[in-house]
């Protein structure tokens, strides 16, 4: 995946991307899921990892609105729980998606309730 391609994902917030590379912003030293809600950084501002670890291993801190850190169900089940929010549970399907191929049943229970 070339950069012009990662910018692209992170401008049009590309949901397709998500779990495929994780983004950081120089100016803000805050790393992100390419689909992130919250930001359109400028393209010089931007550094691309292919991990979430990676990111914060650089020094960014994880978003609090994609969480880039959250990367398997059982962690989501957990975020889902304590947050009550449904952007949160939006986040859960894309990453049970990616990691399960399965829609997660146990965190949708959870947001039922
Ligand atoms: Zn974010």
Do not use: Y
Request: proline share 7%; with cysteine; charged share 25%.
């Amino acid at each position: 995946m070339d950069e012009d391609t990662r910018c692209e994902a992170v401008r049009s917030q590309d949901a397709r991307f998500d779990g495929e590379f994780f983004f950081a912003v120089r100016t803000t030293d805050i790393s992100c899921r390419p689909n992130c809600p919250a930001v359109t950084p400028k393209r010089g501002n931007l550094r691309f990892f292919p991990t979430a670890a990676a990111a914060q291993g650089s020094g960014f801190r994880a978003c609090r609105r994609c969480l880039p850190r959250m990367v398997s169900p059982s962690t989501c089940s957990a975020k889902v729980r304590r947050a009550h929010d449904g952007s949160w549970h939006r986040n859960c399907r894309t990453v049970s998606r990616i990691t399960t191929g399965r829609p997660p049943t146990a965190a949708s229970a959870i947001v039922r309730r």
